[in-house]
């Protein structure tokens, strides 16, 4: 079965829904919407850089132009978890802060292909994240005698 355009990607509590739009002033550009809940907000600030907080410039292909933009820093143990495929636009500054983003686009296709790698994106930041917090074991060595 096909996924829709209008899906909500939960896992958990952590939400994220992407919504498609026309705007008659741009009738050449499709937009996608990016809203995340709370919890997903929250998981892509605590996978921002410390170290360093420069932004870093970017740009995004549309299909026809390019879209300058600027992202944090990402912790690279959370970084090397991610696939390549749009994973700078996770971490744009105004997704981060605000929890929306909205991005234009030139096709259908390009539009389910961005999802697809968003949500897998998603999917990997919030599993590394729980995964990282979870770890807590003790290993008790007994010799025998």
């Known amino acids: 079965m096909p996924e829709s355009i209008n899906e909500i990607k939960s896992i958990g509590s952590y939400k994220v829904k992407f919504k498609a739009s026309f705007d008659v002033e741009s009738e050449d550009k499709i937009f996608l919407s990016i809203q995340l809940t709370d919890d997903v907000k929250k998981i892509l ?7 360093n907080t420069t932004l870093v410039e970017f740009t995004y292909n549309d299909g026809s132009t390019y879209v300058p933009l600027k992202r944090y820093r990402v912790k690279d143990w959370i970084n090397s978890s991610l696939y390549n495929d749009y994973k700078d636009i996770l971490f744009t500054k105004t997704l981060v802060d605000t929890g929306e983003l909205k991005l234009p686009f030139t096709s259908i296709s390009r539009i389910e292909s961005f999802i697809t790698a968003m949500k897998e994106n998603f999917r990997r930041l919030i599993e590394t994240m729980l995964k990282a917090t979870r770890i807590d074991q003790t290993i008790n060595y007994n010799p025998a005698r």
């Open 45 to 51: 600030q605590d996978a921002k850089s410390s170290i």
